[in-house]
């Protein structure tokens, strides 16, 4: 009995392993089968579809995705420049930078400077307005500290 249910246990980790296996493999290592009847063969067939696909049904890795140039260590190799020419070339280009920022000055705006407050006009008939303490002419009275006439 022990015996069985580990069998069991086997054949649905083989089988789960399968169907993931499937899902994230690229449609051109999918041999013999489409995707979806490889999925009904595992299922259904739940030792013999899980182990046709891991020996027949997926393609070599060679058929997959071509790698990028940026991935290809081969493509990297096949530069004609070689390391001294390229930090040759990298301090050629810092000097000419070093040279550019000696030339170009630069120019910070100034602060724009704060507007003054305008000064009340006086009245042109020289009268103040009632609610101002001013004289005449625009200026304040002095303040005597006397509290009742606020």
Do not use: C
């Amino acid at each position: 009995m022990r015996w069985l249910i580990i069998g069991g246990v086997l054949a649905l980790v083989v089988t789960v392993y399968a169907l993931v296996d499937l899902t994230v493999t690229d449609d051109r290592r999918i041999r013999r089968l489409n995707r979806v009847l490889w999925v009904v063969l595992i299922v259904v067939l739940p030792v013999i579809g899980p182990l046709g696909w891991l020996a027949w049904g997926k393609g070599p890795v060679s058929s997959a995705r071509p790698v990028a140039p940026d991935d290809d260590p081969s493509f990297s190799r096949s530069s004609d420049v070689t390391d001294d020419e390229a930090d040759r070339r990298i301090a050629e280009i810092e000097a000419q930078l070093a040279a550019l920022d000696a030339e170009v000055e630069i120019v910070r705006p100034e602060k724009p400077k704060p507007k003054p407050k305008p000064q009340p006009e006086p009245d042109p008939e020289g009268e103040a307005p009632a609610d101002d303490e001013t004289d005449g002419q625009g200026h304040r009275a002095p303040d005597d500290g006397d509290a009742a006439r606020a």
